[in-house]
Every structure is written in C-alpha cells, then in structure tokens.
C-alpha cells in the first residue's frame, strides 16, 4: 500500500514563494516517477513537474524558471519550490507517484491547496 502525503501549501501574495513537500510510505521502490500536478476551478489538471529516479527532470512551460522540483530518494519525498508565484498559479496541487514495476501504478496524494492573492 502506497500512501503521499502533501503539505505546504497556503496563501501567498504575487511574487511570492511556497515549498510544497509529499513524503511517500509504501512499497514505492526504488524505480519511479515522482511529480506534481494541479488543478484549477473549470480547468483540466496539468503536469507541472515530474523527476525520475535518475533525476531526469520535466516542468511545464508555465512554470519553467520559476518552480524547481527535488527529491530525497533516502526521505521518499519529492519538493516543489515554488518561486514568483503569480494568480494563475492558485490551483489544488497533487503528488504522484508511479511506481515502474511489473505492475507499474500511479498513486496521488490528496492535495493541498495553493492560493496567489492579494
């Protein structure tokens, strides 16, 4: 059994920075994909970064200079620093996590929600 779970986030103004963290537990494995996704009210939900075991590394365009995705295979944990936050950004955002086995399954955290405000 595969449990994530997110924390972090909260309410920031424009400009400003969150770190979201997801500790996993479970019989993740030590080949995997890690990443966050989000999902905005009326939109569908987006990759936004996703980190291989090898540390081959994704990010959206939107976020692209801004966000930078981490992990601690030792900690089973995946980050996202999030930087220079804008509004487009408030979104509930989601760790996953696909285990690549003979069986490979994705497994998401519940969420936790990102608001850019002022």
């Known amino acids: 059994q595969v449990q994530l779970v997110e924390s972090g986030g909260g309410l920031v103004q424009p400009g400003g920075s969150l770190r979201l963290s997801c500790v996993g537990s479970?019989?993740?494995?030590?080949?995997?994909?890690m990443g966050w996704y989000r999902q905005a009210p009326g939109k569908q939900r987006e990759m936004v970064a996703t980190?291989?075991?090898?540390?081959?590394?994704n990010y959206a365009d939107s976020v692209k200079g801004r966000f930078t995705i981490s992990r601690d295979n030792a900690k089973n944990t995946v980050y996202l620093q999030m930087n220079s936050l804008k509004p487009e950004d408030t979104a509930v955002y989601f760790c996953?996590?696909?285990?690549?086995?003979?069986?490979?399954?994705?497994?998401w955290g519940q969420g936790t929600q990102v608001t850019v405000s002022s």
């Open positions: 996953v996590i696909r285990t690549i086995t003979w069986r490979s399954t994705d497994y």
């Open positions: 479970g019989s993740i494995g030590s080949r995997n994909i």
């Open positions: 980190i291989t075991s090898g540390d081959n590394i």
